[in-house]
């Protein structure tokens, strides 16, 4: 199985050639959008992408962890996390299934 990545390039060459853009008009866009994205999850916000799934920003308290090379417990700090959930169409769509009903919020 051979592996590729969606880049930004990649992403800014799709919005050109399905809006009509200039090229860069579209990176810019494609530059608002990340950028938006990010400082909406920095402010603690839930970013919620219908049909596609929902970046949320987790706190993690303080616990107790293990170096698993020495044994020693090693305090890891609380934490902010960025968790994803991905919705139900965006599963079907990645299973190869047709998405069944509602507007793909999951």
């Given amino acids: 199985m051979?592996?590729?990545?969606?880049?930004?390039?990649?992403?800014?060459?799709?919005?050109?050639q399905a809006v009509g853009l200039s090229r860069n008009e579209s990176?810019?866009?494609?530059?608002?959008i990340l950028e938006e994205l990010c400082s909406a999850l920095a402010r603690g916000e839930t970013v919620k992408l219908s049909s596609f799934g929902t970046f949320a920003v987790r706190q993690k308290s303080q616990r107790m962890g293990r170096n698993p090379?020495?044994?020693d417990e090693v305090p890891i700090a609380p934490r902010r996390v960025?968790?994803?959930?991905?919705?139900?169409v965006l599963k079907a769509v990645i299973n190869g299934q047709t998405p069944v009903g509602g507007d793909g919020d999951d």
């Fill in 2 to 16: 051979t592996t590729t990545t969606l880049t930004r390039a990649d992403l800014t060459e799709a919005v050109f």
């Fill in 27 to 32: 990176a810019q866009m494609v530059e608002d």
């Fill in 69 to 71: 090379k020495t044994g």
């Fill in 82 to 88: 960025l968790v994803f959930r991905p919705s139900h």
